[in-house]
């Protein structure tokens, strides 16, 4: 047998099946793509904002001011209260809550306050009290704690900053 003869025979596979190859494979990619781009929905993001936070017992208030980002709307945000522990937390009533200076905004410059009332526990310590209507949180003089905006519309977190109860 020949070697020169077997290898000598040139036959391969026309260009034009070739391409034709190709076009078919790029259009069962670009299917599967486009099937999976649809099918994925497209997350809504937050609001984001820097706020700095500080809450004193003496004036029985709660500040929050707004450094820098985006522009929230009252009533399109909720504030959440938590102990320092984590262990109780919720929202703070919003009708409770002043936007300074429009009320309706809390943008950059602006400042929002919640009043609470301080009241004196039994054994002479004063502590902070605020409530809605899902909790009541009892934050005494010196207590660490976190103050969390969350938007509504997403149920994601716009800031968060914990804090200490000033006297």
Request: a negative charge; aromatic letters at 6%; one cysteine or more.
């Given at each position: 047998m020949k070697f020169t003869k077997l290898f000598s025979e040139e036959k391969a596979v026309s260009p034009v099946i070739g391409v034709m190859l190709m076009i078919v494979v790029t259009?069962?990619?670009?299917?599967?793509v486009s099937s999976y781009s649809t099918s994925?929905?497209?997350?809504?993001?937050?609001?984001?904002?820097?706020?700095?936070?500080?809450a004193s017992m003496s004036d029985g208030r709660l500040i929050?001011?707004?450094?820098?980002?985006d522009t929230l709307t009252k009533g399109r945000f909720n504030i959440e209260i938590a102990s320092g522990d984590g262990a109780i937390s919720g929202y703070v009533n919003m009708d409770n809550v002043t936007?300074?200076?429009?009320?309706?905004?809390l943008g950059p410059g602006d400042i929002a306050?919640?009043?609470?009332?301080v009241e004196t526990f039994f054994n002479g310590d004063n502590y902070g009290l605020v409530e809605s209507d899902e909790?009541?949180?009892?934050?005494?003089?010196?207590d660490p704690f976190a103050v969390t905006l969350i938007d509504k519309n997403t149920g994601q977190?716009?800031?968060?900053?914990?804090?200490?109860?000033s006297p």
């Open positions: 259009v069962i990619l670009a299917a599967a994925v929905e497209s997350q809504e993001i937050a609001p984001q904002a820097v706020i700095t936070a500080s929050l001011e707004h450094l820098s980002g936007l300074s200076p429009d009320g309706i905004h306050i919640l009043d609470f009332p909790f009541t949180l009892m934050i005494f003089e010196g977190t716009v800031c968060k900053t914990d804090l200490i109860m």
